[in-house]
């Protein structure tokens, strides 16, 4: 609802306020609709520019009805040429009260005709009276510089008469249209003088009731007489009035900006979005990650764990047969680099993960089909809540700010698991101590194996047995360090093996972990932050046309 009195300063709010809303919504409303509220800023912002003591009103009428006649009843000179069976008035014709012409104002409304009324009432100073051609010229020229000039005005004085005041020609093109502006409008019935005595009053009543009916119930009505004089002056009061209290512009501009600013509501509505929470993130994260192979990452970094360690802690007699088989990791081409220099060195299974690039899809860039099927529907199930209940245009500027970057998706994905710190060089320091007891009792057994040969082979060529040594309940020593050797070995692998696998789980855990992460920082880049960013922009959108209004 415009404010009663508004000033410059509110109006001035108001087209900021439009203005912000416009560039909002620039993609997401009706480019017509845009156009249209870019066209009302920039004249209110051209129209506040002018001083706020000039105040603009036309003059406008159809052939005939006396409107040149009325405006030089009230400018007090002959400048208008009247006319009664065609339209004599081809361009606007501007009388202006004061020292000067406004000559900047005038030539922006571009009225070529301009006169100083000298002499005039100084009440009226700062009045600029515009003398509009007819408005159902057969010139098209003539109406289109009606239709131009309507849009630009403070205020509007129609000039009808008896015979043609309910002429659908001027209420359906103009009075109807402008409903909006009848605080700045006022309808002069003139040649009252040419009514039979007594019918004035009914003929008054009866334009009350039509422009109440058409919404104009603001519109003020007035009876003059150009040619005898009959409220001329009254009339010329009313122009008074509007002039010293210097709001006319205000009204009319306050006017335009909130007639434009309802319709950019109705589009915009009053929807109350909400961001990406927690659980539907979750949902997104979930469904790239299978894309992005994190489950297979996981389990490699579990079979990885088991396969160097097992190599490491385990009894080395049996143990190197598993270097035989590939390592986890590199068949997914993730390549050893050292963590601790950050360069690239001798490839080494026991060495941490950090690469640029897996070979989770077979080296392939992008998602497979099955893969893209997958992101697609979570990041179209993301957007369609997220954009629920919002105008249509908007649901669309969701939606393609959840695909905004959906090139470069695949690829980001697969760099952030590639790039992902596995950890697979810590934690490990057990497996040095259980390394260097396997060897220790690997070379006991070698060394008690070796005591037994040569024993064997010197008696063999009859030469004198080495001693046994001490004996420990009848067992030898070199046969108490080949069979001790060999059951503690097999023992600490077998507890080596409940500890490598117990590590591998926690890496594994780990590795979903920091991956499930790496994933959700591209997701929330490349999908989740583009989705509020558009979010938010629609709820300044509404905020502002609320504001404007």
Same mark, same amino acid.
């Given at each position: 609802?415009?404010?009663?009195?508004?000033?410059?300063?509110?109006?001035?709010?108001?087209?900021?306020?439009?203005?912000?809303?416009?560039?909002?919504?620039?993609?997401?409303?009706?480019?017509?609709?845009?156009?249209?509220?870019?066209?009302?800023?920039?004249?209110?912002?051209?129209?506040?520019?002018?001083?706020?003591?000039?105040?603009?009103?036309?003059?406008?009428?159809?052939?005939?009805?006396?409107?040149?006649?009325?405006?030089?009843?009230?400018?007090?000179?002959?400048?208008?040429?009247?006319?009664?069976?065609?339209?004599?008035?081809?361009?606007?014709?501007?009388?202006?009260?004061?020292?000067?012409?406004?000559?900047?104002?005038?030539?922006?409304?571009?009225?070529?005709?301009?006169?100083?009324?000298?002499?005039?009432?100084?009440?009226?100073?700062?009045?600029?009276?515009?003398?509009?051609?007819?408005?159902?010229?057969?010139?098209?020229?003539?109406?289109?510089?009606?239709?131009?000039?309507?849009?630009?005005?403070?205020?509007?004085?129609?000039?009808?008469?008896?015979?043609?005041?309910?002429?659908?020609?001027?209420?359906?093109?103009?009075?109807?249209?402008?409903?909006?502006?009848?605080?700045?409008?006022?309808?002069?019935?003139?040649?009252?003088?040419?009514?039979?005595?007594?019918?004035?009053?009914?003929?008054?009543?009866?334009?009350?009731?039509?422009?109440?009916?058409?919404?104009?119930?603001?519109?003020?009505?007035?009876?003059?007489?150009?040619?005898?004089?009959?409220?001329?002056?009254?009339?010329?009061?009313?122009?008074?009035?509007?002039?010293?209290?210097?709001?006319?512009?205000? =009204? &009319? /501009?306050?006017? #335009?900006? !909130?007639?434009?600013?309802?319709?950019?509501?109705?589009?915009?509505?009053?929807? +109350? @979005?909400?961001?990406?929470?927690?659980?539907?993130?979750?949902?997104?994260?979930?469904?790239?990650?299978?894309?992005?192979?994190?489950?297979?990452?996981?389990?490699?970094?579990?079979?990885?764990?088991?396969?160097?360690?097992?190599?490491?802690?385990?009894?080395?007699?049996?143990?190197?047969?598993?270097?035989?088989?590939?390592?986890?990791? =590199? &068949? /997914?081409?993730? #390549?050893? !680099?050292?963590?601790?220099?950050?360069?690239?060195?001798?490839?080494?299974?026991? +060495? @941490?993960?950090?690469?640029?690039?897996?070979?989770?899809?077979?080296?392939?860039?992008?998602?497979?089909?099955?893969?893209?099927?997958?992101?697609?529907?979570?990041?179209?199930?993301?957007?369609?809540?997220?954009?629920?209940?919002?105008?249509?245009?908007?649901?669309?500027?969701?939606?393609?700010?959840?695909?905004?970057?959906?090139?470069?998706?695949?690829?980001?994905? #697969?760099?952030?698991?590639?790039?992902?710190?596995?950890?697979?060089?810590?934690?490990?320091?057990?497996?040095?101590?259980?390394?260097?007891?396997?060897?220790?009792?690997?070379?006991?057994?070698?060394?008690?194996?070796?005591?037994?040969?040569?024993?064997?082979?010197?008696?063999?060529?009859?030469?004198?047995?080495?001693?046994?040594?001490?004996?420990?309940?009848?067992?030898?020593?070199?046969?108490?360090?080949?069979?001790?050797?060999?059951?503690?070995?097999?023992?600490?692998?077998?507890?080596?093996?409940?500890?490598?696998?117990?590590?591998?789980?926690?890496?594994?855990?780990?590795?979903?972990?920091?991956?499930?992460?790496?994933?959700?920082?591209?997701?929330?880049?490349?999908?989740?932050?583009?989705?509020?960013?558009?979010?938010?922009?629609?709820?300044?959108?509404?905020?502002?046309?609320?504001?404007?209004?």
């Amino acid at each position: 609802m415009a404010r009663r009195n508004p000033d410059r300063s509110t109006v001035a709010t108001r087209v900021v306020a439009l203005s912000e809303t416009v560039e909002l919504s620039d993609g997401r409303i009706e480019p017509e609709l845009l156009e249209r509220a870019r066209s009302i800023v920039g004249h209110t912002d051209q129209r506040m520019a002018f001083s706020g003591d000039l105040t603009v009103v036309a003059l406008a009428g159809a052939t005939g009805s006396g409107k040149s006649s009325t405006f030089n009843a009230l400018s007090g000179t002959q400048l208008a040429v009247p006319g009664v069976t065609r339209p004599t008035t081809s361009k606007a014709m501007a009388a202006c009260w004061g020292r000067e012409v406004p000559n900047d104002l005038l030539d922006w409304l571009q009225v070529p005709t301009r006169h100083v009324v000298s002499g005039g009432d100084p009440a009226l100073d700062g009045l600029v009276l515009l003398d509009l051609p007819d408005h159902d010229s057969t010139e098209r020229a003539h109406r289109d510089e009606v239709d131009r000039l309507v849009q630009l005005v403070d205020m509007f004085i129609w000039v009808v008469d008896p015979q043609k005041y309910a002429d659908a020609a001027l209420h359906d093109r103009y009075l109807k249209p402008m409903a909006d502006h009848a605080d700045v409008m006022l309808v002069v019935l003139n040649q009252a003088d040419r009514l039979p005595a007594g019918q004035l009053e009914p003929t008054m009543r009866d334009l009350r009731n039509l422009l109440d009916s058409e919404g104009l119930g603001k519109a003020r009505i007035a009876a003059i007489s150009a040619t005898t004089g009959m409220g001329v002056d009254e009339l010329r009061a009313q122009l008074k009035k509007a002039v010293q209290d210097k709001q006319m512009a205000a =009204k &009319r /501009l306050e006017a #335009d900006v !909130i007639l434009v600013a309802r319709e950019l509501q109705v589009e915009i509505g009053h929807a +109350e @979005p909400t961001e990406i929470g927690k659980s539907r993130e979750s949902q997104l994260n979930k469904a790239l990650g299978e894309a992005a192979g994190v489950g297979v990452v996981s389990e490699a970094v579990l079979k990885a764990t088991r396969h160097r360690g097992t190599l490491a802690t385990g009894w080395p007699a049996i143990s190197w047969v598993k270097r035989l088989r590939p390592d986890p990791l =590199k &068949r /997914l081409h993730l #390549d050893a !680099i050292s963590s601790r220099t950050g360069k690239a060195g001798k490839s080494d299974s026991l +060495e @941490p993960v950090r690469v640029q690039r897996t070979g989770i899809n077979s080296g392939q860039r992008g998602f497979n089909g099955v893969q893209q099927a997958r992101v697609d529907s979570a990041v179209r199930s993301l957007a369609d809540e997220a954009s629920a209940g919002l105008p249509r245009g908007w649901q669309d500027a969701v939606r393609r700010a959840s695909r905004r970057d959906e090139d470069k998706l695949a690829d980001e994905l #697969d760099q952030a698991v590639a790039t992902t710190d596995l950890a697979m060089d810590r934690g490990r320091g057990w497996w040095k101590i259980f390394q260097v007891l396997q060897w220790i009792l690997i070379t006991a057994v070698v060394i008690g194996a070796g005591w037994l040969a040569l024993r064997m082979a010197l008696m063999y060529f009859g030469f004198p047995p080495l001693s046994l040594g001490p004996t420990y309940r009848g067992f030898a020593t070199p046969t108490l360090m080949v069979i001790g050797g060999v059951a503690a070995g097999l023992l600490l692998a077998a507890i080596s093996r409940v500890l490598v696998e117990f590590a591998a789980k926690r890496k594994a855990e780990r590795a979903t972990r920091v991956l499930e992460k790496a994933i959700g920082e591209v997701s929330r880049q490349r999908i989740i932050d583009p989705v509020n960013s558009e979010l938010r922009r629609y709820e300044q959108a509404r905020d502002q046309v609320a504001r404007a209004l």
